[in-house]
């Protein structure tokens, strides 16, 4: 593809300007910000990428690695401001994400140890243990905020933190969990996913980019349960402290 053909393709940001002005909807800056800033993003990490994958360093590997695992924790801690250490805690869960999905591809030797294998699947990876992270503290600040005087009851009949929680906690993990579930029961029949589609597109022979599919969807389920179990356990004790009382109010 030509810079010149997709050029055309601006098409499909003018159908949305022409409706939100339309329609008064007042999403025209919104939009050409969102449009600006994707392809200079895409075009810079395009050349970023070609550039690890000739050098082949394990140190740009990383550092790339690193890098989207920062911008990942500072975008999900904003729906997590009003809780301590949110920053670090997202931080961990993404690396611990990371580590394990890339420890079992690596490890059992299911992919190459190479820079155009590694950082797309980290980045698929960490991308979705992101969404995941966004989505159990939106749940969760919901469901403490709605149950506190439950909350409230159990601590002061001797419950424990965990036990005053354990609910709320469990309902929050499930929720989160959900879009993944329900996803994987309709893939291939509602939708081609993207990394399928662009293996075809390159010329792959379908199988082999259902294979590679296969394991991707595979390894985002273990990613999505990772992200919402290990954000919940790190998340839930800020609220109490030694005594095991309540000391911090989400949303306050």
């Not at 299911?110 to 749940?139: H, W, Y």
Request: charged share 10%; net charge positive; hydrophobic share 50%.
């Amino acid at each position: 593809m030509t810079y010149s053909t997709l050029s055309l393709t601006l098409i499909f940001i003018l159908l949305p300007l022409l409706l939100s002005k339309a329609l008064k909807l007042g999403l025209g800056k919104d939009i050409t910000i969102a449009t600006i800033r994707s392809i200079i993003q895409l075009l810079a990490i395009g050349f970023v990428l070609q550039f690890i994958f000739e050098t082949d360093s394990p140190i740009y590997i990383v550092s790339m690695i690193l890098f989207m695992i920062a911008v990942a924790t500072l975008n999900a801690r904003k729906k997590g401001e009003f809780i301590p250490g949110i920053t670090w805690k997202i931080a961990v869960t993404l690396s611990v994400v990371e580590v394990v999905t890339q420890g079992i591809l690596l490890g059992l030797q299911i992919v190459p140890p190479t820079p155009q294998f590694i950082i797309p699947i980290s980045g698929m990876m960490i991308g979705n243990a992101m969404v995941l992270s966004i989505l159990f503290l939106n749940r969760f600040q919901a469901e403490i905020g709605a149950n506190e005087d439950e909350i409230e009851l159990i601590l002061s009949l001797g419950g424990t933190p965990k036990q005053a929680v354990q609910r709320h906690l469990t309902n929050s993990i499930r929720a989160s969990m959900i879009p993944t579930i329900e996803a994987q029961k309709t893939i291939g029949l509602v939708q081609l996913p993207g990394m399928m589609s662009g293996q075809i597109i390159g010329g792959a022979a379908p199988v082999q980019a259902v294979q590679f599919q296969i394991l991707i969807i595979f390894a985002l389920l273990t990613c999505a349960t990772l992200s919402s179990v290990i954000l919940g356990l790190l998340v839930y004790p800020t609220l109490f402290n030694e005594r095991m009382q309540r000391i911090h109010r989400l949303g306050t």
